[in-house]
């Protein structure tokens, strides 16, 4: 039984996430910014046919987009997580292995059925991801990962294969393989197409058939594996587990430059919050915090500076993280300068459940205890009633150098209070 | 005693596990300080307790949660406020209580059949019934499995 690889990835998925849970968005023009409202980075089909181009910073086509008529909206990172999630269980219903690639793409690998068609598959599988989920996805196949990244890419660019490519049983594969553009092969970066072009190497096709004493000369045993998988043979094998995370950062954009150390360090605590929440939720311990802050790097006397500290004993304990972080953000800080971002990261991470204890410790094992579970219900009431319902006094409510998300939806699908209203 | 330790070790596993899926679990009826004296003859029937998001919710990637505004629906049963459990993976047919797209809102009515054609009712006579057909667009977004209603005894969160 022959195995194939598919990349599955949702169309303009921030969109379709807003749109999934409110209808008022559906067959009008929608643009999300990112991070900070700084630039567009998904669009409606409708946005994309009123012309506004991808990545555009949004302060620059502000009043144009009002003009049309667009609807705007901030990251909502917590409906898009969720969406995501969903969307992945729902592929690992439906295949025999996956390997998550980003929040909105998966790399599925499938048994072929002996007439070695997947088009019912795929079809069932968008079919559901419409109904299940209310999100539009595409699905390329091929033999390798990257024939499949290539046909996810001819799935979604050419209209006629209406969202499903399978390049492995494609009568014309040489044909679809000059379409595409050396740029666009995964692998290849800027540096490396225009390596290729110089050599006359202009198209995915030219790639696969170059000599390979050439490519190997150049790219080693990478360039090899990569012409053997645009081959079909694969070489990449899909990655189930994710490697345990090595680090944990949590960074952000202030809303406005920053230029006192009271701002700053009430910046930092935030991350520092954050981050022992996240490492408590994953069941991880620190073994060092590094804190790092800079001004804008397109502007005169760029400044940018980082500290770390060793902690005596690995912790995820938001009260002692803090307490090592003050004395770094003092460090960091210089008085004159226009901070535009800081941010914190754990690192030397440890597994909770095998952790090294020293003899250094400032807790008895019962107070560690009762540490933990204060720790725990804190996270439990702040996930019940939202976050910030219990905080740290070095961190401040409503801050006014808070990143911007002026057009934020509801967290519609993870918090109680948020969820839509349907009319009765 | 050295068993009696490793069941408890494995119930506390077992509902680690679950609670990484995302599922609360009630705590189990075992304590943690074992006593020395004959083991609770309990100990082999302990259960991990009820879970109600297991019960309400058989498809959880495709379960989403609503707030019900309005009386259409009453007489189903479904009242202004409630917390409703719709299930999108479920196909709908005449006789469901289903969440419709009109007009880019989300509306809840019972799909019935009349003749041939499919209606949007409404559970209360001061509400009009909704004919399919004279709309080119509607979508039906999921079906409703559950509604939870209030009593008013425990104040909530809202």
Redo the contacts between chains.
Sequence with gaps: MSQAIALIDGNNFYVACEQS?D????GIPVVVLSNNDGCIVARSPEARELGIPMGQPYFKVRYELEKLGVVVRSSNYALYGDMSN?FM??LA?HSEKIEVYSIDEAFVQINRPPDSNLRPWARQLRA?AH????LPIAIGIGASKVQAKLANHLAKNISTHTGIFDLYTNKDQDFWLKTIAIENVWGIGPQLAKWCRIRGVNTAQELRDMPNNEIRNKLGVIGIRLQNELKGKACLPIQIISPPKQEVCVSRSFGRPVTNLRELRQAVSTHIVRASEKLRRQKQHAGAITVFTRTNPFKPSFYSQSATTQLEVASNDTSILLKASLPLTKQIFQPYRCLIKAGVIMQQLQNSDYLQTSLLCLYTPEELRRRQRLMNTIDQLNK??GNGTIGWAACVPKPNWEMRREQLSYAQ?TR??E?????? | MQVLLYRFMEILRSSKSLKAKGLQVLPPLLSECVSAGFPSPADDYIDLGIDLNEELIR????T??????????NGAG?H?ND??VVD??LEPHPGHIV?A?LD??????RLVLKGTTLCLQ?ENPDYPTIDLQKYDNI?I?GVAVYSIHSLNIIKS??
């Design positions: 849970l209808p008022s968005l559906v969903r269980k729902l219903q559901l109904q299940n989920l209310g019940r009633y699908t109680i209070i969820i839509p209203i349907v009319h009765s | 498809h959880p990637t495709s989403f949660f609503l707030r019900v505004s309005g009386n259409s629906m479904i202004n917390l409703l999108r993976s969440i797209v880019g809102a989300f509306t809840l009515k409404a979508q977004w969160s809202k």
